[in-house]
């Protein structure tokens, strides 16, 4: 729910105002003069404030709160309402920084109108810098394997749900990527999704970062409080990054939080109340973090309502095409490129590889291929320009070289260590899945199974996949 502050000197338009905004939604707030804004801008940052031009009994008037209002929170949008105003007057108000200006007496669709365009602005704003720092990450689950289609079928059931989650699994295998499509097919999808990671930042930092910090509201020319990721995030999701490597200290307040929904910004004693879905996510084994004393069992509990599992890229090879094909045209999209694909002996090897990084290290190798690749007259991407970590871990099995005896051998020996080799490669290639193997090759299954026992390939790890 959108807040709204109102400031004026005459009771009856406070209260007039005050009940058309909460007749559309709307909680409000009100204040009479310069002390109390301040007071309540202090108290919480609203999410728009009207306010009248010219107060009575007022240390300073409606251009001045403006004024130290912007200098402190240049993002929220102020509507100035006055019965004695002016052009000269309206137009220093909007230089000043107001995002409108509606003179009294108001017809109420009009200010409504103008409150409802300025958080509408305001907020386009933050989500555009907040497209602009995410780098073009990935923001939604690419791949048909099983193990990604469980994980979307999860998400569909857990997210209408308010429970919190807790998102395990290697880094780089998309747990952000995860929680913010809980939020975006949640009921608080119209209110923020907030990441907090505290890697690299001391203590003082996390707590600052997390609760905020009180504002001396006594002192107009006082710097602005720093308000907290819990505040911003109120009716919306926090999403808590390697959530294990918080400090103790950090952990107890964060409990203390899930148990009654209240936090104390930094220097104020003051309750603060808010309303979140904490998604949190970790790669460690969080039974061990417990055991060793790096992790309150009972901070566990309290996020691991719902638990979900992040697959690493190792466990989904067969995504890795439609992967590739997806950070290509993003690639070519953000350096302005052409277009262009992998070719089939690119995409053997990628499939082949263990990739220790995940998905994040595919998308890099990805940018990395189409940047540096030499533009010539064909579309594929050639797998000599693979980085050689690709081809130094990847099975022989996979690049099979001739062997200089296979020359003495007749064509049919020859072609059954042609096949050995290519089929042996296949099923590296699949995990050992002998079902998908078949599919790739076009064969069915049990002549695959009768074409390896013919050929003396060992199947049996493919048998213990299929089981």
């Not at 995860?178 to 949640?186: D, L």
């Not at 979900?308 to 190792?314: D, F, G, I, R």
């Not at 090879?317 to 999209?333: G, H, R, T, V």
């Not at 533009?375 to 081809?391: C, G, K, Q, V, Y």
Request: overall charge neutral; some cysteine.
């Amino acid at each position: 729910m959108y807040d709204i502050l109102i400031v004026d000197d005459e009771a009856d338009i406070r209260d007039l105002i005050s009940d058309v905004f909460n007749d559309n939604g709307y909680s409000t707030r009100k204040a009479k003069n310069s002390i109390e804004a301040f007071e309540q801008v202090a108290d919480k940052v609203p999410s728009a404030i009207i306010l009248d031009i010219w107060l009575k009994n007022s240390e300073l008037d409606g251009l001045g709160i403006l004024e130290t209002v912007k200098r402190k929170y240049p993002s929220v949008p102020v509507i100035m309402i006055s019965g004695h105003g002016n052009i000269e007057t309206a137009v220093k108000s909007l230089k000043i920084g107001a995002y409108d200006y509606v003179e009294k007496p108001f017809k109420e669709d009009k200010l409504l109108n103008a409150v409802k365009k300025g958080i509408e602005v305001e907020k386009l704003k933050s989500e555009n810098r907040e497209l602009r720092s995410r780098n073009q990450k990935v923001n939604l689950l690419i791949g048909n394997s099983p193990a990604i289609t469980n994980i979307r079928q999860n998400i569909d059931k857990i997210a209408p749900t308010g429970s919190r989650i807790m998102i395990t699994g290697p880094s780089g295998s998309g747990r952000e990527v995860m929680a913010r499509i809980i939020h975006n097919k949640s009921s608080r999808k119209a209110f923020p999704f907030v990441i907090f990671n505290s890697s690299c930042l001391s203590l003082e930092d996390i707590d600052e970062n997390l609760f905020g910090t009180a504002d001396n509201s006594g002192d107009i020319n006082s710097p602005a409080r720093k308000v907290g990721l819990l505040e911003i995030a109120n009716g919306g999701t926090l999403f808590i990054d390697e959530v294990t490597d918080l400090p103790k200290e950090v952990q107890a307040k964060i409990v203390r939080f899930l148990q009654n929904g209240e936090f104390e910004r930094i220097g104020s004693d003051k309750k603060i109340k808010a309303d979140i879905r904490v998604i949190s996510a970790s790669n460690k084994n969080l039974s061990a973090a417990i055991a060793a004393g790096e992790f309150r069992e009972d901070l566990y509990y309290r996020l691991n309502v719902v638990s979900l599992k992040a697959p690493s890229l190792k466990e989904r090879k067969e995504d890795i095409p439609l992967l590739s094909d997806y950070f290509l045209s993003q690639a070519a999209a953000v350096n302005k490129l052409p277009k262009r694909n992998l070719s089939s002996d690119s995409l053997a090897a990628l499939q082949a590889y263990d990739w220790p990084g995940n998905v994040r290290q595919l998308k890099n190798i990805i940018e990395w291929l189409l940047i540096m690749s030499p533009s010539d007259n064909s579309d594929d991407i050639p797998s000599e320009m693979l980085p050689r970590e690709i081809f130094s871990s990847t099975p022989a099995s996979i690049t099979p070289e001739v062997n200089t005896d296979i020359m003495s051998l007749k064509l049919r020996q020859a072609r059954e260590v042609f096949e050995r080799q290519y089929l042996m490669a296949q099923i590296e290639r699949f995990g050992g899945n002998i079902s998908r193997t078949a599919s790739f090759v076009g064969m069915e299954r049990s002549a695959l199974h009768r074409k390896l026992k013919s050929l003396k390939v060992a199947s049996e790890e493919a048998e213990t996949i299929d089981a």
